[in-house]
């Protein structure tokens, strides 16, 4: 009877730890439960960390092909070991009554990511914003801010970047006339461009009615400076744009960096002083082999390091696009890979893969993990 009772106690004890051991770890690409055991619903993600919290936000995707435009608003979750996720709810919605909104239900609202300015005590919420039933031709930044980390985040405007400014590294010949030809549509893929983007100057074309902005990130360097990253010029190039002090609106200080490399799923990180960089090829929903390079100053110059994937689909980036490194906080140089495994025709089943960046020779690498923690 008293081993029938010691059996019983040890499996019961075995099954305890067993639980909690999966309950400390990620398993990139399999369901991902919040507390309500629902999977979670933030795409295109960033996390920021704030007072021992983090907080995930992301795109709010609902069931069928609809879901690729924002019905709902941009989800929050909190966490504070990474793996336990407390459903917040939804941090910023769209505009439900009014369709002439820029946030009107059925716009396209993708990529949320929010920083905490320390003087205005106020966060800041950024994300590449699409008018409803113009495809991707706004291609504009969308701003709001809340007193808390999970919100009501109220809207402030959307707009193109830096209209009337040249950056910092402009050409001679960004400044002549641009050809009637070059006309704004929407460039879903890598080479949609007649041209290479320097022949045919996009960057001019924009200069009076503003950059083009789509997938984006942002960044605050270690002196509170906060930065745009966006894939701007018809997706070709990415611009790197400084923020005004309060976070809301651009300086009208950037610089291009990586012309005609057509760079999507930009994310930006700071390691041992160096800046990082690790984005996507353009191939709109379907994955593709990430890039990455490094740079001494924000601005440049970049050195591309290549693909940080390694291994069985590295070409796929493991069947992901990246949307955010995360750093952990009291970690010692501990990076996370945030990405997405979209599935457009049913986007609210999009998973998440994320791995630990490993430094080889100070270039970050990925390899894949069935399941890892931290
Ligand atoms: C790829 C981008 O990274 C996504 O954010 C989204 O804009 C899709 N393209 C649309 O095709």
Redesign the pocket.
Known sequence: MAHKFQFFVLFFFCIFILKAQTSKQIIPGEIWNDNTGTHINAH?GGVLYHKGVYYWYGEHKIAGKIGNTAQVGVGCYSSRDLYKWKNEGIALKVDETNPESDIAKGCIL??PKVIYNTKTKKFVMWFHLELKDKGYDAARSGVAFSDSPTGPFVFLQSFRPNTGFWPENVQPFHKKPVADWVKPHYC?GKGCLPAHVDSVNILGRDFKGGQMA??MNLFVDDDGTAYHIYSSEENSTTHISKLTDDYLSYSGQYFRVFPGRYM??ATLFKRKGKYYFIA?DCT??APNAARSAVAEEIFGEWTELGNPAEGKDSELTFHS?STFVLKVEGKKDSYIFLGDRWTPDNPIDGRYIWLPIKFENDAPKLYWQDHWSL
Do not use: K
Request: no cysteine; net charge negative.
């Open positions: 295109g993708e990529r879903g789509r997938d999507e799923g996507s709109g929903w696009q």
